[in-house]
């Protein structure tokens, strides 16, 4: 009745073969044809069939990112035949019981990974590396069993054991014939992944960042304890960072930027999560899209090129596939769809029987170590009980629905008023068209990208009020003279340490701009180094401020701006002039919160705001850069004297 399924339990491992059963679907796909390597994204072989590709982590060395590079294979399978089986068709054709497997608990035990938690907080996150991070461990077993058996048996258990996954999977692709090394090993998985990273389809791009982890009590999941976890600030802060990572990425891949859709409760077996759905429109190759995408900071952190590189200092050994994703690709008229789920809740049969089923927990200034060990048991565990690795438990006698809970929508909605109405409402699919006369319409401006993308966002809404803006990498750029505008954009580091060459670039470009009278706008670390050089002391705050939302004074106004800072310039007494310095001649007018900390500079041709305008956090970020803009720029201002909430 059922061939191709029927082919693939009888195979001995020389088939490849991918089994989905995919978010809201009453059928298992089955897919077969050929595998192929790719080295590149670029490479993935889109010639008219449809192409499942297996991405592994080590593809972020595509965008210039720290990576342990263990040679995990980009693995094609080009699909030549498939066909779709009825769930309960399904169900009763595959193994009935997982196969036996012998558990080696984790690979990193709790009190060394919470060693690991506390250094993260202390030496990144504490020294203004980023917001969070992700950080890796491995619960370890061995099977003697065979890999089809292993991985059609694993695929039935997660398809009656988990719920709420936007894809239930078991793929195995053996290595082409050409293959050597690490490549010539077979790619083996199966998983209930609850996150999708990208889809396309008719031009639409969709992301959905899932964050903050309600873990159920053994009892089964409560309405107060899910509205416990719905008020909680580590929580709620958790997810609005990685919506602003994920939105950088939109900003990017969307000439329209992106919109907010949400939040949402996804409910699974054993956890529950709370998520957003991005979306915006675009024409990108797919492939370009997801290059432009990797990886999810759910899963490695922000701002992105440093969350690698501090995942290289702290995790033992290579990721493999872990955090990268499946990539299916589609005929769609005359071009491919795509719909890629990312790589987490997911188990791998190696070589020699050895089974891997990694987790990671997301740490924030706010995490707790021994609640972030208890995190990754709990994102494994649905794995691990479905696989027969740990007990199952006695299922709760009635499944509560969280989400028809009272009070559950009510929290969710509240969550919005802390966002910008500039990212919820819909967004235009090019840039903005100035108002008539404006005089921002058409001046160019240079954003320079010091390894934070929040560049992307900052350049939409700069497009937004009509300038022409671009993006360049602080070590790509030639001229910061030729522009009306330059911005000077955030980053990761300790804006003191001129030895870095981040920070001198940033201080030559600031004297640069300033010496030939030339409108500059500095954020976040550009402005504490532009402090810095006026002569206001730059040190680590008592608490780092990341991914917070504070109401303070910015030059004279309140306005709600979303702040990812370690180190703050302090209000202070400022000594006089040196001769040599063009900024310390300035006589920077400055504005602080109640703290002392400097929310802002502003001079001739000059400003500098301590916030990111153009989070998502960030209420009034619009109005403010609005205002900033025409300040450095001399043009009359349409919200001043006084700025009005933006929405």
Request: charged share 25%.
């Given at each position: 009745m059922h061939p191709l399924l029927d082919r693939v339990l009888a195979s001995d491992g020389s088939l490849p073969f991918a089994l989905l059963r995919r978010h809201g679907g009453t059928d298992v796909e089955v897919l077969t044809g050929d595998v192929v390597d790719a080295d590149l994204l670029g490479d993935i072989p889109l010639d008219g069939a449809p192409v499942l590709a297996v991405v592994p982590y080590r593809q972020a060395r595509e965008r210039g990112f720290t990576v342990q590079d263990d040679g995990a294979p980009l693995r094609c399978l080009v699909v030549r035949e498939r066909e779709r089986v009825p769930l309960p068709d399904a169900l009763a054709a595959l193994p009935p019981e997982p196969v036996a497997a012998e558990p080696r608990g984790f690979d990193i035990p709790d009190d060394e990974y919470a060693g690991i938690v506390r250094r993260v907080i202390d030496d990144e996150i504490g020294q203004g590396a980023g917001a969070n991070f992700v950080v890796m461990r491995s619960f370890e077993a061995r099977t003697e069993a065979a890999r089809v058996p292993a991985l059609t048996s694993w695929f039935r258990a997660l398809l009656v054991h988990e719920v709420g996954s936007y894809w239930t999977f078991a793929v195995h692709a053996p290595a082409p014939a050409q293959a050597t090394g690490p490549a010539a090993a077979a790619v083996s998985l199966a998983g209930a992944t609850p996150e999708r990273h990208l889809t396309l389809h008719d031009g639409v791009a969709r992301m959905n960042p899932i964050s903050g982890t309600y873990r159920h009590p053994a009892t089964g999941p409560t309405r107060e304890g899910v509205l416990e976890f719905l008020h909680d600030t580590k929580e709620n802060e958790e997810l609005f960072m990685v919506v602003d990572e994920e939105m950088k990425m939109m900003s990017a891949l969307c000439p329209g930027g992106g919109r907010i859709l949400g939040p949402y409760l996804k409910q699974m077996a054993r956890l529950s999560h709370t998520e957003y759905l991005l979306e915006g429109r675009t024409s990108a190759d797919p492939r370009e899209a997801l290059r432009l995408t990797m990886f999810a900071p759910t899963v490695t952190g922000s701002p992105m090129e440093n969350a690698c590189t501090v995942i290289a200092r702290h995790e033992t050994r290579p990721r493999g596939y872990y955090s990268g994703f499946l990539a299916l690709f589609e005929p769609d008229g005359t071009s491919y769809s795509l719909d890629a789920p990312i790589l987490i809740r997911t188990a791998y049969l190696h070589d020699g029987g050895r089974v891997s089923v990694p987790a990671g927990a997301t740490l924030v200034r706010h995490s707790v170590p021994e609640h972030e060990v208890a995190e990754t048991r709990a994102k494994a565990s649905g794995v691990l009980a479905s696989l027969g690795l740990i007990p199952r438990g006695a299922a709760p006698d009635t499944v509560v629905d969280l989400n028809a809970q009272d009070g559950v929508a009510e929290a969710l909605t509240a969550r919005n008023r802390q966002l910008a109405e500039f990212w919820v409402r819909p967004q235009d699919d090019g840039p903005a068209v100035a108002e008539p006369g404006s005089p921002l319409a058409g001046r160019s401006v240079l954003v320079v990208d010091h390894e934070?993308?929040?560049?992307?966002?900052?350049?939409?809404?700069?497009?937004?009020?009509?300038?022409?803006?671009?993006?360049?990498?602080?070590?790509?750029?030639?001229?910061?003279?030729?522009?009306?505008?330059?911005?000077?954009?955030?980053?990761?580091?300790?804006?003191?340490?001129?030895?870095?060459?981040?920070?001198?670039?940033?201080?030559?470009?600031?004297h640069e701009r300033v010496a030939a009278g030339l409108p500059l706008l500095a954020v976040c670390l550009s402005h504490q180094v532009l402090a810095g050089l006026a002569g206001f002391p730059v040190r680590p705050l008592p608490a780092p401020r990341q991914g917070v939302r504070l109401e303070a004074d910015v030059l004279g106004t309140p306005a709600a701006v979303g702040y990812y800072n370690t180190f703050g310039a302090m209000l202070a007494t400022v000594v006089a002039a040196d001769a040599d310095n063009p900024v310390a001649r300035l006589a920077l007018e400055p504005s602080a919160d109640a703290d002392g900390v400097l929310t802002a500079l502003r001079g001739p041709g000059v400003a500098s705001v301590q916030g990111h305008l153009e989070s998502v956090l960030s209420a009034d970020g619009l109005t403010v850069l609005d205002t900033l803009v025409r300040h450095v720029l001399g043009v009359a201002g349409r919200t001043e004297p006084g700025m009005v909430r933006a929405g």
């Open positions: 934070d993308q929040f560049t992307t966002m900052l350049a939409h809404q700069l497009r937004h009020l009509g300038m022409d803006a671009r993006v360049v990498r602080w070590d790509a750029v030639t001229d910061v003279l030729a522009d009306d505008l330059v911005v000077l954009g955030p980053g990761p580091g300790d804006p003191r340490d001129g030895a870095d060459p981040r920070i001198a670039a940033v201080v030559r470009r600031i």
